[in-house]
């Protein structure tokens, strides 16, 4: 750790210059841009500070994940998310199925069954129908997979040049049963971090739908429903949180959960499991593939005694075969997410800074 | 009633011209277009086929108002709108506080209680922080205007030129009380149709403010959250049905009603309140009225013997001041609304056709 060295920075010691990073890490964030860029779309740090300088203090606390209500006795989860992702189809998968799966994925992280789900077109004048055809039958089947039902909807035209083919809301009601499991709260010291597998491989796949890398390869988008493996990991064993790692990747997902837990997360990077074609192209692009988005693929806080029964839960379950423990929660320092890198030393990893991969979801 | 007439057209009997009429109203509508126009998102004849010749197939029975569901007992009914106005800041409004309304309002009308709402963000790149913190203000007093909160939020960032400024979804979920009192099925021969207030306000502040019209006006749009309101008249009297006037106005939603509880609507031109500005505007603009948007004017079908107490009520609220009874259904011919006009005869009110106001939510 970091910490535990005693190096100095000019004329502040390596403990004052961690002080004052901590210090400023703790202040509340300032919206100092006078114009949205793409960054703030990117669910990192500048998605970060836009939520709490601007939502927050307008709306109270809006969160991004399913949010729980309350109604005499039962617990609803609710949650929104809207799709921009380019090309609108790309392998693996099409914006219809991603937003059905990614709504049902916010649910199933939040331990809920999904009752229903609405979806909000936005499209541009001139959208070919059977574009639209293509995206409402996907969507369907996607629906169908994950068994819940497509309640209500609404429908959006802009004119040519004002949208971008379609775009496309979904907000996913489902039921908490077990309120009381999942949560920050329970979050402690001594619990292992687990991934359901590879990661990196929808945001990759996108990259190359593009063509914005001179790579021929199979890898496809991860998307898929985890309302299965997020049941097989519950009845497994204690887990204490799951979040799906989209937008932001599992880097993401973690900072969030280490700032909001006041807790540190230690990650082991061997561990990780990455698909070569995506270690390829992230060293292409100069990205690490911790940043990059995924849609199949869950983060769980496990209960350091039952992380292996729970890691064999979802090693038996199709869509997470690979899955692995990749690190551990620590007590200090609070907020700071670490890697302990495959030579044996360690680096911080903080939220992502800018927009390396516009709208991949 | 123009079927009690009887002059031919062409070879054709009158009667036989109301048949074949009334045997093409009967088909399942088919999506002839090959690609998507304006008037597919301006909620008439377009948005109508639409959802029949596509979303249908694909989701069974998406509703654009709300839909119920049922939790062992209870009944929730859950709604989405997503918001595309232009301009973005109008006389008497904006699409923040539009969004929340109208969400509002779909839940009222269905008889729901709101218990929260979702907010899903489109920016464009380039758009204005401060635009975003009005619009953001906006929505937080109308949704503690309402009486409800903003539980989860999504941001998506396009690049520029990919959207206009921002788009907006609002999906909101409720609780019905009283699930069996509201319904097509309710709907019966005599009963009387109320409007709460003067139509077409708000899609006529819409044009004014693009400078559409050369008129200057004190004009503004009427976006107002309708739960109060529809409370008022739930409590007042027998009500079957609440819908609120927007996308399409009240002769869309008068023909929809027609179309699904298979009866028909005599309308009295004399009884409809309309504005003297709107009037003018409608008459340069070449617009009936009835098809002007409304954002906070519902139209209430009641038993007829409790019409005048339900009237009392709408109009001892100050959104409801100008309320009053314009017609009555009637048990044929099915699927059509008709109106007495001031001068003795009746036309047939049909659904809208084109998007002569596009943009207007």
Request: net charge negative; with cysteine; charged share 20%.
């Amino acid at each position: 750790m970091p910490a535990s060295e005693s190096s100095r920075v000019g004329k502040w010691s390596e403990q004052e210059v961690l002080d004052r990073i901590e210090a400023i890490r703790r202040r509340a964030p300032r919206l100092r841009d006078e114009a949205i860029n793409m960054a703030h779309g990117a669910g990192g740090k500048a998605t970060h500070t836009l939520v709490e300088a601007l939502f927050r203090p307008a709306f109270g606390n809006p969160s991004g994940d399913a949010a729980l209500l309350s109604l005499e006795g039962r617990t609803l989860a609710v949650t929104t998310d809207t799709y921009v992702v380019s090309p609108l189809f790309f392998p693996g998968g099409d914006i219809g199925e991603l937003a059905v799966n990614g709504t049902v994925n916010d649910l199933a992280v939040a331990g809920a069954q999904p009752l229903c789900l609405t979806a909000g077109f936005i499209l541009e004048e001139g959208l070919p129908v059977e574009t639209l055809r293509r995206v409402t039958e996907s969507m369907a089947a996607a629906a169908r997979r994950a068994g819940v039902s497509l309640l209500a909807g609404d429908t959006k035209v802009v004119p040519r040049g004002k949208g971008d083919l379609l775009f496309l809301n979904t907000t996913g009601v489902g039921e908490v049963r077990q309120p009381e499991r999942l949560g920050l709260a329970q979050v402690r010291a001594g619990d292992a971090v687990l991934v359901s597998g590879t990661i990196g491989d929808h945001g990759t796949a996108i990259m190359l739908a593009r063509g914005d890398l001179d790579l021929e390869t199979d890898l496809e988008s991860d998307t898929a429903p985890l309302h299965e493996l997020c049941s097989a990991a519950l009845e497994a064993g204690d887990v204490h949180l799951m979040r799906d790692a989209t937008r932001g990747g599992v880097a993401t997902v973690l900072n969030e959960l280490a700032a909001e837990a006041q807790v540190a997360v230690a990650m082991r990077e061997q561990e990780i499991p990455i698909r070569d074609a995506v270690r390829g192209a992230a060293e292409i692009l100069g990205i690490d593939p911790l940043y990059m988005a995924n849609e199949g693929k869950l983060v769980a806080v496990v209960a350091a005694g039952d992380a292996k029964t729970v890691l064999a839960a979802l090693r038996s379950h199709p869509l997470g075969e690979q899955a692995a423990i990749i690190g551990e929660v620590r007590a200090e320092p609070p907020g700071m997410v670490f890697m302990h890198t495959a030579f044996g030393g360690s680096r911080v990893v903080d939220m992502l800074i800018g927009d390396p991969l516009p709208r991949i979801c």
